[in-house]
């Protein structure tokens, strides 16, 4: 539902992008989608498929295996997959704005000239390694540590909640040195003492790869360390690629799930009439339709601003805060309108809701973009 046209607002080839990436969704990842959550696989068969599309890496120049495409294109194809689930999504996020980006942005020449192509062309797929058991909100109070031996760096320590973590080919890893400063290195599977296990307990996000990274006494060379990266304000830049790509996905569930809705409401009869015409169901329908559209417009003045370079992290804190929230809300609206069959994989809304608890809580949760935006806005700091 794109109730005030704002897709008008595309260029030619940005509305190809849209085009191109939804009949991929519609052919490829709507008659299989279902089956995939339930089973708690992701559907690896479509990375080649997705290289081919040119949706990993998309905003690189040519030589580092992107197109140059600009951050509305990136929104829109981000918005395009979630609207077939979060979890591919993630998988085209989490290797293009978290993997790649922080390549891209705080790696060598010769790093990004290593990974970039190959990564772009789903040869070799990366993680994003922050979060641990014991810090997660709080990345600052990481515990994974990352020693230095003349020309080689032995890390240890944990890391949790990673997607893509054991399918990985390079895994991004931030550790604090002997300063307890905070560092990126990249950690190649198979590296000695670096070892992955699933989490196969989830109820969100099914379609996913989430691991938990072991790093035991794993020893890398100084050319595996991102030369640029220093300090938090290095991780927590990726995320702002990262957070942005969330939102977009957030808005195409949620498009997703409005849409099956007012489908629904219109065929379903009771009491001999539709229920769509049953007030009830009209202010719920309306509801989200007037949350849903605030959203989208943020995202689309959060991507001029991104495609000017004026996007400041308190922007992309606001539009994930907003999309993530609004977007659950929207798809737990849509299953009750479903009534029973809504609880069901042959329909998609509740599916999108238990997703979208997941997207609530990563990349920062809702809690923390309310004090990254009431920090920026009072000046006073209410983290802790
Ligand atoms: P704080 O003092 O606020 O900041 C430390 C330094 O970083 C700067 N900074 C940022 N810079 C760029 N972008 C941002 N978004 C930034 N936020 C802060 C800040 O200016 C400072 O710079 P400097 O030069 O003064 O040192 O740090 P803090 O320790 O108080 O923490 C602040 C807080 C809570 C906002 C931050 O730690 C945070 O964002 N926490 C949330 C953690 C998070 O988002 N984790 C995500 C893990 S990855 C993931 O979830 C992937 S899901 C993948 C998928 O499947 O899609
Ligand atoms: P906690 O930080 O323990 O928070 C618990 C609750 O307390 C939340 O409601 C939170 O909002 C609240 N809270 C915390 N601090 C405050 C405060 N100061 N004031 C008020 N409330 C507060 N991480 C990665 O590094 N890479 C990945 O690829 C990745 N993928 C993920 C995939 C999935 C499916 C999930 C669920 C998570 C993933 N994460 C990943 C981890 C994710 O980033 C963290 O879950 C998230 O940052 C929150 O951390 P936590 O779960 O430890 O919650």
Redesign the pocket.
């Given at each position: 539902m794109d109730y005030l046209h704002l897709d008008d607002l595309l260029n030619e080839e940005q509305r190809m992008i849209r085009d191109m990436v939804r009949q991929f969704v519609d052919r490829e990842i709507m008659p299989i989608i279902g089956e995939y959550w339930l089973k708690g696989e992701f559907p690896m068969h479509l990375v080649p498929r997705m290289a081919e599309l040119g949706l990993f890496g998309p905003t690189f120049e040519e030589e580092y295996g992107g197109q140059g495409l600009d951050y509305l294109s990136y929104g829109i194809i981000m918005r395009e997959l979630e609207r077939g689930d979060s979890g591919i999504r993630?998988f085209a996020s989490?290797q293009s704005s978290?993997a790649m980006y922080s390549i891209y942005r705080f790696g060598s020449e010769d790093q990004k000239r290593k990974y970039l192509p190959r990564m772009a062309r789903g040869e070799l797929l990366g993680?994003?390694?922050?979060?641990e058991p014991d810090a997660?909100?709080?990345p600052g109070s990481m515990r994974t540590v990352a020693r230095r031996e003349g020309d080689t760096w032995v890390l240890h320590g944990t890391?949790?909640?990673?997607?893509?973590g054991s399918v990985a080919d390079v895994a991004v890893v931030w550790a604090k040195d002997a300063e307890g400063v905070i560092r990126g290195f990249l950690v190649e599977k198979g590296t000695p003492g670096f070892s992955t296990q699933d989490i196969h307990t989830?109820i969100?996000?099914r379609a996913?790869v989430?691991s938990e990274l072991i790093l035991d006494e794993v020893r890398v060379p100084e050319a595996q360390r991102l030369p640029h990266a220093e300090g938090l304000r290095a991780p927590l830049t990726v995320l702002n690629h990262g957070r942005y790509g969330v939102a977009w996905g957030a808005l195409g569930a949620a498009e997703a799930a409005l849409d099956e809705a007012i489908a629904y409401a219109r065929e379903r009869i009771q009491f001999g009439r539709p229920i769509a015409s049953f007030q009830i169901i009209q202010q719920r329908l309306v509801d989200m339709l007037a949350r849903l559209t605030g959203v989208q417009a943020i995202g689309y003045r959060v991507a001029q601003l991104m495609n000017e370079g004026k996007a400041r992290y308190t922007h992309i804190s606001l539009f994930k805060r907003q999309a993530t929230r609004v977007a659950l809300d929207v798809a737990r609206a849509a299953r009750e309108v479903l009534g029973a069959n809504g609880i069901t994989v042959e329909y998609h809304a509740l599916r999108h809701a238990v997703n979208l608890e997941?997207t609530l809580?990563?990349?920062?949760?809702?809690?923390?973009h309310t004090?990254i935006l009431g920090r920026d806005i009072t000046g006073f700091e209410?983290?802790?």
């Amino acid at each position: 539902m794109d109730y005030l046209h704002l897709d008008d607002l595309l260029n030619e080839e940005q509305r190809m992008i849209r085009d191109m990436v939804r009949q991929f969704v519609d052919r490829e990842i709507m008659p299989i989608i279902g089956e995939y959550w339930l089973k708690g696989e992701f559907p690896m068969h479509l990375v080649p498929r997705m290289a081919e599309l040119g949706l990993f890496g998309p905003t690189f120049e040519e030589e580092y295996g992107g197109q140059g495409l600009d951050y509305l294109s990136y929104g829109i194809i981000m918005r395009e997959l979630e609207r077939g689930d979060s979890g591919i999504r993630s998988f085209a996020s989490v290797q293009s704005s978290l993997a790649m980006y922080s390549i891209y942005r705080f790696g060598s020449e010769d790093q990004k000239r290593k990974y970039l192509p190959r990564m772009a062309r789903g040869e070799l797929l990366g993680c994003f390694g922050l979060t641990e058991p014991d810090a997660g909100s709080d990345p600052g109070s990481m515990r994974t540590v990352a020693r230095r031996e003349g020309d080689t760096w032995v890390l240890h320590g944990t890391k949790m909640w990673i997607t893509n973590g054991s399918v990985a080919d390079v895994a991004v890893v931030w550790a604090k040195d002997a300063e307890g400063v905070i560092r990126g290195f990249l950690v190649e599977k198979g590296t000695p003492g670096f070892s992955t296990q699933d989490i196969h307990t989830k109820i969100s996000l099914r379609a996913s790869v989430t691991s938990e990274l072991i790093l035991d006494e794993v020893r890398v060379p100084e050319a595996q360390r991102l030369p640029h990266a220093e300090g938090l304000r290095a991780p927590l830049t990726v995320l702002n690629h990262g957070r942005y790509g969330v939102a977009w996905g957030a808005l195409g569930a949620a498009e997703a799930a409005l849409d099956e809705a007012i489908a629904y409401a219109r065929e379903r009869i009771q009491f001999g009439r539709p229920i769509a015409s049953f007030q009830i169901i009209q202010q719920r329908l309306v509801d989200m339709l007037a949350r849903l559209t605030g959203v989208q417009a943020i995202g689309y003045r959060v991507a001029q601003l991104m495609n000017e370079g004026k996007a400041r992290y308190t922007h992309i804190s606001l539009f994930k805060r907003q999309a993530t929230r609004v977007a659950l809300d929207v798809a737990r609206a849509a299953r009750e309108v479903l009534g029973a069959n809504g609880i069901t994989v042959e329909y998609h809304a509740l599916r999108h809701a238990v997703n979208l608890e997941s997207t609530l809580t990563y990349e920062g949760t809702y809690d923390i973009h309310t004090l990254i935006l009431g920090r920026d806005i009072t000046g006073f700091e209410a983290f802790s």
